[in-house]
């Protein structure tokens, strides 16, 4: 087990150093760090080969692959991503509120400041590791990251070619950081580092997730696991509604934004159900349907009963439930007891519907004739993304840079004391 207060402790000095560098410092480092990415394609994709045959003789699924693959059109979206970050406004420093107390002699002055250490837990996915370092660097957080074992020849190839950009831009290297132990112990240890990381990301599936909650002494901020659902209204389009269904089920099925959950009303499901498994069995996905919904599809490829269980599961792979219900208060009750508090849509052509749906519905983003896959930072403008947050507290929904500050206030007087 590596020494975490040792990392930590040169964390927060890295910290500090970032706090008073130059904005334009800061920027210029972001791009040559996607350049260095760019020039070191080989030997990333080569530490990735590593990862993927590992998970390959471990029978690993499909969809866990394709998290943790790495391509040429993989590493060019990182670079992209850390230079359009490089351009983004930083919220650091930003004043959000001012009050002059001319009573008491003195000006209180609100503004954003960075967290300090910011510690990222996630599993498969080795971009997170260029994300996550961007948005960090961005708003002058050193960042530590703990990624899967999966992944780890791949996340030392990119922490290694990130730690030699910061060195060329004269920049203290520990601003990004790698625990390469990917123990128990060592995650849970890191979890309860409040002595240096003040604030903890986990970004992963629901396992990942509990555990953080339940053992880290650092804050944290709840992302990730995606149990989202697509509501068929009784006054949807038909077409639309299978369209849309297609898109957010099947264009990519590991990501926490795709549609794992059908809600039908009664009223409209004979005439949407074949149109839409018509649709999604050109990519052959399973159905696992209740029993009205069963009735209707009975005897076709790929149509299976489903279980209790099915309603609460995040399948990340060519399956959806689905679900019959009488009214839209049904489906909205079915969905805030089932759904993971991340990506919901409703597909009618009812305004007053639609307005009902989008206020009752308890989800970080809410869709109305959309798909769910545009959760994402960069589509709502944000840069890449540090995560998406299913909770309430500071941050909720798909996060940027200002997730990553927290605020500060300044008071000056000339000698003021308290009346």
Excluded: W
């Excluded at 992209?80 to 209180?108: M, R």
């Excluded at 264009?251 to 794992?260: G, I, L, P, T």
């Excluded at 709502?380 to 206030?409: C, N, V, W």
């Amino acid at each position: 087990m590596i020494d975490l207060n040792i990392l930590g402790k040169s964390a927060k000095a890295a910290a500090g150093g970032l706090y008073s560098a130059p904005q334009e410092v800061i920027d210029r480092a972001l791009v040559i760090s996607a350049d260095e990415l760019i020039k070191n394609a080989d030997k990333i994709k080569a530490a990735n080969i590593k990862d993927i045959k590992n998970a390959e003789e471990k029978g690993l699924s499909a969809a866990f692959i394709d998290r943790l693959k790495i391509t040429d059109g993989v590493l060019k979206g990182m670079a992209e991503g850390l230079k359009q970050i490089a351009t983004l406004k930083t919220p650091v420093g930003e004043i959000v509120y001012e009050y002059e107390n001319k009573e008491q002699g003195i000006k209180v002055v609100k503004r954003k400041v960075p967290f300090g250490v910011v510690g990222i837990i996630f599993e498969s996915r080795p971009n997170v590791t260029a994300d996550a370092f961007g948005l960090c660097l961005k708003t002058k957080n050193a960042v530590i990251l703990k990624g899967g074992s999966d992944a780890i020849n791949s996340n030392l190839a990119i922490v290694e070619v990130l730690r030699f950009a910061l060195h060329k831009c004269g920049i203290d290297e520990n601003a990004v950081s790698l625990i390469a132990d990917s123990s128990r112990e060592t995650a849970a240890a890191f979890m309860r580092l409040n002595k240096y990381v003040d604030l903890l990301i986990p970004r992963g599936g629901a396992g990942l997730i509990k555990a953080a909650v339940e053992n880290a002494t650092v804050p944290i901020i709840e992302t990730g696991t995606g149990n989202c659902h697509v509501y068929v209204d009784e006054f949807a389009n038909p077409e639309m509604a299978a369209k849309v269904i297609f898109n957010a089920k099947t264009q990519r099925y590991s990501v926490c934004n795709a549609c794992e959950s059908l809600v039908i009303h009664e009223k409209i499901a004979e005439k949407v159900l074949p149109l839409i498994y018509d649709k999604l069995s050109e990519k052959q996905v399973e159905m696992r349907c209740d029993e009205i919904s069963y009735g209707i599809l009975k005897g076709k490829k790929n149509v299976v009963k489903a279980t209790i269980d099915d309603f609460y599961t995040e399948y990340g792979d060519a399956i959806i439930s689905v679900k019959v219900v009488d009214s839209l208060e049904s489906a909205i009750s079915h969905i805030n007891e089932h759904s993971t508090r991340h990506s919901e849509a409703i597909i009618t052509e009812n305004t007053e519907n639609a307005e009902q749906f989008l206020n009752a519905i308890d989800s970080a983003c809410v869709y109305h004739n959309a798909s769910t896959r545009f959760s994402d930072g960069f589509i709502f403008g944000l840069g890449a993304e540090i995560g998406i947050s299913t909770q309430k507290l500071h941050a909720r929904g798909p996060m940027g840079l200002d997730a990553l500050t927290t605020t500060k206030y300044t008071v000056t007087g000339d000698g003021a004391v308290r009346k």
